[in-house]
């Protein structure tokens, strides 16, 4: 009786269970995705503890329940994208156009440098080397990742105007623009892709690495990562506080910081 | 005559089999075989990050740390017909090696190998390519640079086992524009006498992962004499910012997998030959700095640099 008793004592905990498991996830509330999403491999910012702790201590006196998380490496990203979806996203453009993501993903705000929305990145090769564009397929030439979308994207800014298949030319990727310009300072590689604000940048720390590369060819300008929200799971009020809050700028001491660390000037409301 | 052009045809057609051998056995399967020297949980990450990156079915085959432990484990790699061996581990490596004797059609990577040179892995072999195990002396100083500008002279000690390197860092450092001061050591008791014989004519120290000079007892002499000479240390293992040196440069072993995978692709799909590759410096960095030792030896690091640290120490 007592073994029959635990039985169905057993059997109505997980019938609960069950019930519960259905029921939860279909509570208003409950089905919102709870992360903020950031990769963006050509920011000067690789210090992903750093940039989380700002950017939960902006989410928080926002108001807003999302956990920020940095990925470093694109098929994380991609891994994570799919099966544990983000509420929020700062990603590459690029990525907007993979597979069906801009049905998904509505972007809302643009970062702005200097007054613009885009960069552009710089072909390079050691600055003693011979190797010409014509050359260039014989080389390996180091760049962050892209998926066949950015792919295409890079030939249509930089590669076909020189005559080269981007399909065809012998990438290494590293997951920092920094690693594939050290790469190439160092003659690890014979040429590598690089932002040139990052040129800039190391530059600006120490002009000797950069000293060390020539540019081969410049890209037209590549437009510059985008802040998304998933259009299914996002509820609008979430949205539009998340551009008010942003837009706001440097006038609120925690954003001022965020876009100090990720090089931007200003936001602005996405609308092609 | 006409018996004569057969034959001149059938050279031809011979000889663009043989010549075109590496190619077809790439194209002939799709499979990579993963071969691993054991069950290390170091392995796990370079694996999923490969397997990812090189978008073909692959299949895992473990020596379980020798050789002999499956004598079959051979037989059932090349069954598998592998476009392509990563061979993770020097086990692993040096099996890759020694099992495409016969079958040199079949390129190989390997990755995870310290010392590869010990294992003369690419000697007369030109389907082995690779990534070396530790950070090219490069990278350590172009990092030193970033953090601290100010570094002219490094200093360096290396015992015979490092011999290698020792070329590589001069190399490196006339590249940079940097002076390089070394002194060799024969016992790992020699390191402190050699250290005050140099500390005096540098601005920086790189301490390398020579069994000699990386012992617990001299990190933590070196730690305390880094602070006291106030010498901007760095070292290559995630371990040695932590100890308390300045600066720790060290390969991202995430990351590992998709340049092994990248490499891997173009060796199977644009026609790069793993001769044409040969053993690859590692490319990614994570760099790990801590800012108590900076303060310390009274560096002030910008936060333009620090924002290309992967994680800092202190404040």
Redesign the interface.
Known sequence: MKHLLRNNRKNVVALLFAVFSWWWPHTPGHTAPASFFYFCPDSPQNNFTRLKEAMDALLTEGGFSYSFQAFAHFKDFERQVRDDPPGFLLLPEWYLRQKDNAGRFKPILVPLRQGVSTYRKALLVSVDSDLTLAKLADATIAMTPVGQEGMTMLNEVIFKTHGLNGDKLKFIYTAKDYDALFALALRQVQAALVAVDNMEYVERINPKIVSAVKILAVSEPIPRPLICYDKNAVPAADVEKLKTFLLAGKQNEKTAKIMEMLQIDAWQVYSY | MHGKSIHIELLVLLLICLWSAPVRAAQESAVVAILLSDSEEAYGRPVT?FS??IERPVSVFNLHGDIMHDPDLKEKLFAARPALIFALGAKAAYAARLWTEERRDIPVIFAMVLNWQRYKLTEGRENMAGIAAEM?P??QF??M??FS?AVRRIGLLYSPQSGQIFDQARE?AD???LELVAESIDHSRDLRLAFKKISAKVDAFWVLNDPLIYTMENLDWLEKRCVRDKLFCVGQTLNIAKLGLTLSVNS?N??LG??AG??AR?ILE?G?TPKD?GV??P???Q?IVNLNTAAKIGTNI?P?????????IGR
Do not use: Y
């Not at chain 2, 333009?304 to 800092?312: P, R, V």
């Open positions: 990050t990812e990156e090219a490069g990278t172009a990092n640079i970033m500008p490196a590249l940079l524009g991202d995430d990351q998709v340049q990248a490499m173009n644009r790069q590759i690859m410096a490319l990614n960095t760099i910008s333009q640099a620090l924002d290309l640290a992967t994680s800092i």
